[in-house]
């Protein structure tokens, strides 16, 4: 148990719909990452909060959203899906910036678009 | 931005060793990362370069070459757990753009 939880772990859902991911933090971390890992592309950086807030956007898609909470949980809401955006998805969390002892994944939601 | 190049998938043999090279073009640069992925599971951290050398731990070990924007991974001493896919990443400024990461590379080891 790498001391970040994600939650569902699968999700099956049908095109245009939406669905939400969960991801609690390790203890102490403020940080939290997400990342999308399809098959063709690799680990892809979406966004990252710091204590509440948004710090960074990678190649987040418009008709996706995520925002962290007060205590520092963060939601991930996918919405319009499409069958592309079938993938896993991982939450990372860290105390700063993650350096030197990187950041700590989360064990993913595999995400399936029918 | 950032791009980062290492190989699809090599094959060792247990107990032998192996050299996984990663090379990078970066538009900022604060250190390189390399994961070890199982099949569906989550990425798990290994080592972490941010000055030119060598950073040793147990089996494994990882090189930097920032001039060459160059980094390698050694495992030594091979075992069938070894068997994963290998992420090298790159880190933003900071920390704050997240990591950038390679495709990865899957290591096969055979008897």
């Known amino acids: 148990d790498s001391g970040v939880t994600q939650t569902p772990k699968h999700l099956i859902t049908a095109t245009g719909q939406r669905v939400t991911l969960r991801c609690s933090p390790r203890?102490?971390?403020?940080?939290v990452y997400w990342y999308q890992q399809s098959l063709d592309q690799g680990l892809q950086f979406l966004i990252q909060?710091?204590?509440?807030?948004?710090?960074a956007k990678g190649n987040i898609l418009e008709r996706f959203s995520a925002q962290q909470f007060p205590d520092l949980h963060s939601e991930l809401n996918l919405s319009s899906l499409e069958l592309g955006d079938s993938a896993l998805y991982f939450c990372?969390?860290?105390?700063?910036?993650?350096?030197?002892?990187?950041?700590?994944f989360g064990s993913g939601t595999r995400l399936t678009v029918v | 931005g950032q791009n980062i190049d290492q190989p699809t998938e090599m094959t060792a043999t247990e107990g032998a060793i192996v050299q996984i090279n990663c090379t990078y073009q970066?538009?900022?640069?604060?250190?390189l990362f390399w994961y070890q992925q199982h099949a569906g599971e989550a990425p798990t951290f290994l080592s972490y370069?941010?000055?030119?050398g060598l950073e040793e731990k147990g089996r494994f070990s990882s090189f930097l070459s920032r001039s060459k924007g160059y980094s390698y991974l050694l495992l030594k001493e091979l075992q069938m757990k070894d068997s994963a896919s290998y992420l090298c990443?790159?880190?933003?400024?900071?920390?704050?753009?997240?990591?950038?990461f390679g495709k990865g590379t899957h290591l096969i080891i055979q008897p």
């Open positions: 970066t538009s900022g640069f604060n250190g």
């Open positions: 990443a790159v880190g933003g400024r900071g920390g704050a753009d997240g990591l950038t």
């Open positions: 909060y710091y204590n509440g807030e948004e710090r």
């Open positions: 990372a969390s860290s105390g700063g910036t993650g350096l030197k002892s990187g950041y700590t």
């Open positions: 203890s102490g971390d403020l940080s």
């Open positions: 370069n941010v000055l030119d």
